[in-house]
């Protein structure tokens, strides 16, 4: 490739995001083609969670529906994308060589913070995709540590992706139309933006600190894929790609970093 692939932090939301209409999907839904094309997408999960980082090696990962009291449809859906254990092999020893217990999973399938917005990014399931756990007993930068393991992938044409939620209070969410933004998930959202576009690694990486941030994040899982795409991009100043708040509370900001690089 000429350039290498920026690394991509992207909120998945509700998993109605990959059927609904709403700005998130209409976002995802247009992606894809202001990227270059890559060969295969490696997607660090919030809800794929294991100690020490697990890459999935199935020829044929399942389409994993973890989540409940949706509408049925949701459950037929589908994603079809064929796995690369060669790929998975490599990604796990570019880990071992950075110093991480890093493993491969041949049973592991697609968690929807994977499919969702590859839905709408690449409908067609036409790329190999592996899914990256992320470690919630971990901090944030050890996952930063994780990602820069990984950056060289982009000049491989792999796409490295974090995909959580840069809030996720779900007590707080409220499902009224036109629900205000609570003050808290403002100042937090605002405090770790202007970090992120600031390229204040040692800032993002210290988000305990903010504003009402174990407010906004009462357990880390669905920030610590943020912390995979920043170091994959080599932590430089973030582009942001999309903002919009869901439900209240659910802030679901989208990131590229690296794109100059």
Known sequence: M??????LFLSHGSPMLAVQDSPTGRFLDGLARHLPGPRA???ASAHFNAPGPVVTAAERPATVHDFGGFPPALYALEY??????????A???????AGFDARTDPEAGLDHGVWVPLRRMYPEA????LALSVDPWRDAAWHYRVGQA???????????VGSGSFSHNLRAL???PGAPVPDWVEAFTAALRRRLLEGDVAGALDWTALPAARLNHPTPEHLLPLFVALGAGGGAPAGLLHEDVELGALALDAYAFGLHA
Do not use: E
């Not at 000429?2 to 690394?7: E, K, R, V």
């Open 2 to 7: 000429d350039a290498p692939l920026p690394a």
């Open 41 to 43: 997408v490696l997607v």
């Open 80 to 89: 079809p994308a064929a796995g690369d254990p060669a790929l998975a092999a």
């Open 91 to 97: 990604v796990a020893g570019r880990l071992r060589d």
């Open 126 to 129: 036409d790329l190999p995709v």
């Open 150 to 160: 990984l950056a060289p992938l982009r000049k491989a044409g792999v796409l490295v």
């Open 174 to 176: 409220d499902g009224r």
